[in-house]
């Protein structure tokens, strides 16, 4: 369902040759260009403009008074020599690792699991989206209360998490970044997977049991496979996501235990917002962007997914 | 044909279920307890007393505040997405021009560009045009950031208007103009509704824009008050847990009521 209206969506130019061309009547009354310039210039002033400046930032020296003075490589140089950026590089690749490897399997289950028809289904899956409705601030406030050494769950379950400082050691830390990412994304992807099993036509399962294929055997043989296009595009949301996170960073572990869990997002505001180094910190944001499109191209690439038509090929 | 119970995929969706409702229902009975009670019982018991002290000291602390200006937000957010998104939606899905075709390209692209990767000239620009630490500086990045995943959908609706509608329309002589009022708007209530209701959201959860557009008490939103509150009164956590609380009330009450136009509005992000 969703990979049918993507790629209706993504030929923007495709219904007007596709309707028969009335002279007169077609062309009569059809808007300008100039309805859709107000939005053009609003989105190209707070979008396309700043990701131009930033690369033009990324090569001057400014810390947020006066005029940027342009220092060449300088902040080139000294983000290749940092520690800090090169740890927060594989920091990041393993927080998107971890984030695809726990979040896909766990999504496509429940996605597949609530495609089907039955009414308690409709009802759970309306509690399942909750964590998606709310703000990553109040998500990472309560998941720092409700592990709280003391007064959170740890304290209670000793049994379970020891000391019970989950934030105070690197694998704790990250172990509960993807916890809450998972938390807080499962449901979005999720929903995702439900409304692509919802479009696999029904005929292919019951060609499947006439052949005699189980249950299992259906899931791996058609199901997986007729929700590959889905899985490309919920993957290269959870990439660009989990490079991006910032708020859950920020407020459950700040980077810590030292830089333990700074990664690059969370250190390029920290260079831009907390040293006032803003050229370093642009260079950042573009190594950022970057590093985010070449990992979508990647996906793409390796998928297959440019080359493919239509998940209903052979129909 | 998909009959037989998936045991499997049922206990799984079961553990999930506690996953996700477990957290929530100690946040709930941890804003009725006082931090005496909550710190004895423990956050997994089942509280013995109830009191909205919690939430009478959430909202004296500067939420009521805070509640206020979020609410300037997501209404300054939305009445911008309502204002252009409609006319631009129009013009990708019926204009001719080479330029239309373009712009939703343009658009397309955009939905890839994360806003960390421009906050510093977004910080800049801001500053230098005298917004800095005025709501109307979190108003417009925050709109226009909502604006290509809000085009993709209202697009997606308008599309589904048959030519032959605007064709009766212009036969009886009507103006691009009048055909956008009498016509598209009324038919896409729908994509228009989901669109209000997604932009809204992203307006009130925003964290990013606030955080680097704003300093002061006056300006702050709820999703920066929350931050505050855990900073300063951290060891507060009943208190916290009844701001969160409340931060979330809105998003719940709208969930409740415009369930359909959200989970559209969000299915439609996910097709991107």
Same mark, same amino acid.
């Given at each position: 369902?969703?990979? %049918? ?31 859709? /310039?107000? &939005?053009?210039?609003?989105?190209? /002033? ?8 930033? &690369? ?8 947020? %008074? ?71 601030? &109040? ?6 209360? @409700? ?9 209670? @379950? ?18 509960? /970044? ?73 407020? %459950? ?40 499109? /070449? ?21 | 044909?998909?009959? $037989? ?14 996953? !996700? ?43 009521? $505040? ?8 997501? !209404? ?28 939703? $390209? ?11 990767? !421009?906050? !510093? ?56 103009? $009048? ?94």
């Amino acid at each position: 369902m969703t990979t %049918l209206a993507t790629r209706r969506q993504a030929a923007p130019g495709g219904s007007t040759p596709s309707r028969p061309a009335r002279s007169g009547a077609s062309s009569v009354g059809r808007p300008g260009f100039a309805w859709a /310039l107000p &939005a053009t210039i609003f989105f190209a /002033l707070f979008a396309l403009v700043p990701l131009a400046a930033v &690369a033009v930032l990324s090569f001057t020296s400014w810390s947020g %008074l006066g005029d940027p003075e342009f220092v060449g490589l300088e902040n080139w140089e000294t983000l290749v020599s940092d520690p800090v950026m090169v740890k927060s590089l594989w920091l990041s690749l393993l927080f998107i690792v971890l984030g695809v490897v726990t979040q896909t399997p766990l999504s496509i289950l429940l996605g597949v699991w609530a495609a089907g028809n039955q009414r308690n289904r409709a009802v759970l899956s309306a509690i399942y989206f909750i964590p998606l409705l709310l703000s990553s601030a &109040a998500i990472s406030v309560l998941w720092r209360a @409700l592990l709280d050494p003391n007064f959170g769950i740890p304290g209670q @379950l000793s049994w379970l998490f020891g000391d019970g400082n989950l934030l105070g050691t690197q694998s704790g830390a990250i172990g509960v /970044l993807i916890f809450v990412g998972m938390w807080q994304f499962t449901p979005f992807h999720t929903l995702i997977y439900q409304g692509a099993a919802k479009g696999i036509p029904n005929v292919l399962y019951q060609a499947a049991s006439i052949d005699g294929a189980g249950m299992v055997r259906q899931f791996f043989s058609i199901t997986l496979p007729q929700l590959r296009n889905t899985a490309i595009t919920s993957i290269i949301l959870m990439v660009v996501g989990g490079l991006t996170t910032f708020e859950t960073v920020l407020i %459950l572990t700040n980077g810590g235990p030292g830089t333990d869990t700074t990664i690059t997002a969370f250190y390029m505001y920290q260079e831009a917002f907390q040293s006032f180094d803003f050229g370093v910190g642009s260079a950042i944001a573009l190594v950022l962007v970057v590093v985010a499109t /070449l990992i979508s191209l990647v996906v793409v690439k390796v998928s297959g997914y440019d080359k493919m038509n239509s998940s209903l090929e052979g129909l | 044909m998909k009959t $037989r119970p998936n045991y499997f995929a049922g206990i799984g969706s079961f553990v999930w279920l506690l996953i !996700v409702a477990i957290p929530l229902y100690v946040m709930l009975s941890g804003t009725f307890q006082t931090r005496e009670e909550f710190g004895d019982n423990g956050p997994l018991s089942f509280p013995t007393s109830f009191t909205l002290q919690n939430y009478v000291d959430a909202i004296t602390s500067g939420f009521g $505040r805070y509640f206020l200006n979020t609410v300037v937000v997501t !209404v300054g957010v939305v009445a911008i997405v309502l204002l252009l998104v409609p006319p631009l939606s129009y013009a990708i899905v019926r204009s001719q021009s080479r330029a239309a075709s373009f712009v939703f $390209r343009f658009f397309l692209l955009g939905l890839a560009i994360p806003a960390q990767a !421009v906050i !510093v000239p977004v910080f800049y620009l801001i500053n230098t045009v005298g917004l800095y630490d005025n709501l109307i500086g979190v108003i417009l990045p925050t709109a226009a950031f909502a604006l290509p995943i809000c085009t993709l959908i209202l697009s997606g609706t308008m599309r589904d208007i048959t030519g032959e509608l605007y064709e009766a329309m212009a036969m009886d002589g009507a103006s691009p103009a $009048r055909a956008f009022f009498r016509l598209v708007l009324p038919l896409s209530k729908g994509g228009i509704s989901t669109i209000a209701v997604f932009s809204a959201l992203q307006a009130w959860n925003g964290f990013l824009f606030p955080l680097i557009l704003t300093q002061s008490e006056s300006t702050r939103v709820v999703t920066l008050g929350l931050f505050n509150f855990q900073t300063q009164y951290g060891i507060n956590i009943p208190g916290l847990l009844a701001a969160v609380t409340l931060s979330m009330v809105p998003v719940l009450l709208v969930y409740l009521f415009a369930r359909r136009a959200l989970v559209q509005g969000l299915m439609g992000a996910g097709g991107k």
